[in-house]
């Protein structure tokens, strides 16, 4: 372990890991947009494991408890780590995974029929087609590979159906289920007309019949190739009298020069209780939903129960003409992390 002074900044650096300590955070708002100007502790490189927690009293420096899972302190909140994936192995850790296949938890994806007519088994146009091959385990990272196929078959109910772009996903329904916390991802989005990467979660006790989406999804974060400067939070829960409501939707936007740019790796979290959900870009708050809010819209509360984390590539229908997207892209997950109050 090296440590360095920069200033009033002390570096500590773990194997790859570069942790800063002794800044501020300070966040300017302005019509929406919030601009980071500065960093209480991040994680400017890696992967985090056996870390040494060091304090400056001056110039001075004394060692504090050498722990074994990350503690991460943020305005004055402790979390612990209770569950993680870093990506270093050399395949999908399927104790902690699932892929995304039919029923589990939903169709894979929209193929051609016999006529070539795209099939919608989603309920909206989507294009892609989800496949075990996509995802990867590549440098540290799982990649999630988006690509153009051209002759490329896959089995629907005994038949062989073309499809015409594969991607992938995964899920933790079978595998690990949370109910309230925060559930941080950090990762590296990719760009095109159409590309359509989420971290989002569904109710543990969700099955194909109930619903879908309505049951109560927390898009943790989508964000959209065309639009690289966007990132978004949304909800989706039932009116009182069971009929459908996509809400509350908004977004983190960039500033006009950001330092933060999409394709590069940030980090996208909720902080979820038993009151309200929170969501955040490289640990700054850009959006808060109160439950009280489900109550005065009219809105049922699903957000009680334990639920689990799914990640994937989507291609919408506004995909064109080869141009669109570089094929093939690939969305990089650096970590998933889920942390409870101590």
Not at 28 to 38: A, D, F, I
Not at 55 to 65: D, H, L, Q, T, V
Not at 66 to 81: A, P, R, V
């Amino acid at each position: 372990m090296k440590k360095m002074f920069l200033g009033a900044i002390l570096l500590i650096i773990i194997g790859n890991t570069v942790f800063a300590a002794g800044e501020e955070n300070i966040g300017v708002k302005n019509e929406g947009r919030m601009e980071v100007r500065e960093k209480e502790m991040q994680d400017i490189s890696r992967k985090t494991e056996n870390i040494e927690i060091v304090k400056e009293e001056g110039r001075k420096k004394s060692k504090k408890n050498k722990i074994n899972s990350f503690i991460s302190k943020i305005k004055g909140k402790e979390w612990k780590l209770v569950w993680y994936d870093e990506f270093n192995g050399s395949q999908l850790d399927t104790k902690k995974w699932d892929y995304w296949d039919y029923g589990n938890p939903w169709n894979p994806g929209n193929y051609l029929d016999e006529n070539g007519n795209l099939v919608n088994q989603y309920g909206f146009d989507a294009k892609h087609y989800y496949l075990k091959d996509n995802v990867k385990i590549e440098n540290g990272n799982m990649v999630i590979k988006l690509k153009k196929e051209t002759n490329k078959k896959v089995n629907v109910n005994g038949t062989e159906r073309r499809i015409l772009y594969s991607s992938g996903a995964v899920h933790t329904r079978n595998t690990y289920n949370i109910q309230y916390g925060k559930i941080e991802m950090r990762a590296a989005m990719p760009e095109g007309v159409g590309t359509w990467p989420a971290f989002w979660m569904w109710p543990a006790g969700y099955s194909q019949a109930s619903g879908g989406p309505a049951i109560g999804e927390i898009d943790i974060v989508e964000t959209y190739g065309n639009d690289m400067r966007r990132a978004t939070g949304t909800l989706h829960v039932l009116k009182s009298d069971n009929t459908y409501e996509t809400f509350d939707g908004d977004d983190y936007k960039l500033s006009k020069w950001p330092r933060e740019k999409l394709t590069n790796f940030n980090t996208y979290a909720v902080e979820w209780d038993d009151k309200e959900i929170k969501w955040l870009f490289n640990n700054k708050v850009y959006k808060k939903f109160s439950y009280k809010e489900l109550e005065r819209k009219g809105l049922q509360n699903p957000f009680n129960q334990p639920y689990f984390i799914i990640i994937n590539v989507a291609l919408s229908k506004i995909t064109g003409e080869d141009g669109d997207v570089d094929f093939p892209t690939e969305m990089k997950v650096d970590y998933v992390r889920v942390y409870q109050k101590k």
